[in-house]
C-alpha cells in the first residue's frame, strides 16, 4: 500500500470548505426544513449551515473512534435521544458531517433517524466537506474527494491534548 502524508487544515481553509459546501447545497435546488448534524465532528458545520439557511439544527452524538489520537474506528455508538428545539424532527433532512471515511457512521444514521423519529421523514441527504475513496457510503454533497484517504488534521484538534491549566497559562487570564 502506498503511503498518504496527512492532510493538515488550516481555520481559514476549513471555514472556506464549509462556506462551499453550503453554496454547493444551495446550487442543487434542494429544500430542506432541517438540519442534523453529527457531533462532534458535524457540530461546526451544522452550526453554520444552521445560520445560513436559517433552519433549526438537530444535534445526534455519535462515537466510532478510539485509541491514541482517536484513529482506531470501534463500533459504531448512538446518544439515547437527539437535541433539538422543535418539537419534532423536520421531514426533509440535511444529515452533516466533517467527513465520510469507512462510510459506517453515516450509512448507520440514516435508518436510526428513520427508526427513532415520530413524525414521517420524507427525505435524507447527506452533506461532509471530506469524502474519502474508502467510503462504503457517497455523500450527496462534498467539497473534496480524497483518492488517497489520508488522515485529517483538523484545526481544533489541538484542544484535545491541551488541560485547562495549560491553556490559562497560555492565555494568562486574570483573575
Known sequence: MLFMPDLYVS???????????AAQIYQSGWEFNQIVCLARGGLRIGDIISRIYDQPLAILATSSYSGSGKQERGNLTFSHHMTMTTEELGSRILLVDDLVDSGITLQGTIPWLKENNQSP???IRTAVVWYKACSVIVPDY?????????WIHQPFEHYEH???AELAAKVKVRS
Do not use: F, G, R, T
Not at 13 to 21: A, S
Open 121 to 123: 421523514i420524507e427525505e
Open 162 to 164: 491541551m488541560k485547562p
Open 11 to 21: 481555520w481559514s481553509d476549513y471555514h472556506q470548505k464549509i462556506e462551499h459546501l
Open 142 to 150: 462534498y467539497v473534496d474527494y480524497l483518492a488517497d484517504n489520508p
